[in-house]
Structures are given as structure tokens and as C-alpha cells.
């Protein structure tokens, strides 16, 4: 007898694999001088946000690493930097504090 996987709260479709590559490819070129206004720092807050939601949908973080081709670390060093949990002790002196403030005239 083989085993069928059915869906549930804990798969993640292959729609929404795609879509969670596509905003990760955008979402990891975000650095601290990303201008606050920048298209590639919403997305990598809305990133975040759906990594978030699909957590508390039973996803697990493991699984979501595995979709990504990420270690699981890296999804909870992002959640603890966009603060959806407490950061690791090696990671809490790099608190996440948003986007820089860019002074007027800066490019």
C-alpha cells in the first residue's frame, strides 16, 4: 500500500511554495540602506508577515526552510528581526529597528 500525503494545515501548495520563492528572492537583497519607501523592503515585511501567518496556520519552520532552500535558522532570525519572536541570545545585540532614517538629499 502506498502512502498518499493529503493536504492539511501543515502542506504548503505549490502555488504558495511559489509565490513564498518568488518574495524571498526579493525579500533577501534588503539591507540597511534600503531606502524605508523601497518596493523591495515592503516585500520583504509582507515576506515575513506570510512566513508568520503560515506558522500559526501549523506549518512548521522546518518546512518552510525545506520550501525555501534556507536553514531553519535563517526563518527564525528573520522572524525575531521583524519582531515575531525573541531573537536567539548570539542574535539579540542585532535588533531589528526597521528602516534606517535617511537624511534629505541622500540617494
Same mark, same amino acid.
Given at each position: ?5 493529503? #493536504? %492539511? &494545515? ?5 502555488? =504558495? ?6 518574495m524571498h528572492a526579493i525579500a533577501?537583497? @534588503?539591507?540597511?540602506?534600503?531606502? #524605508? %519607501? &523601497? ?5 520583504? =515585511? ?12 501549523? @506549518? ?48
Amino acid at each position: 500500500m502506498t502512502h498518499t500525503p493529503h #493536504p %492539511n &494545515a501543515h502542506t504548503i501548495t505549490p502555488e =504558495v511554495a511559489e509565490e513564498l520563492r518568488a518574495m524571498h528572492a526579493i525579500a533577501r537583497t @534588503v539591507r540597511g540602506n534600503t531606502p #524605508p %519607501n &523601497a518596493p523591495q523592503r515592503k516585500t520583504s =515585511v509582507e515576506f515575513t508577515a506570510a512566513l508568520q501567518s503560515l506558522i500559526e496556520q501549523g @506549518v512548521t519552520v522546518y518546512r518552510l526552510a525545506k520550501v525555501l532552500q534556507v536553514s531553519h535558522t535563517a526563518i527564525y532570525n528573520r522572524l525575531a528581526r521583524h519582531g515575531y519572536r525573541t531573537a536567539s541570545p548570539s542574535q539579540a545585540h542585532m535588533a531589528y529597528h526597521g528602516a534606517p532614517a535617511h537624511e534629505a538629499g541622500d540617494a
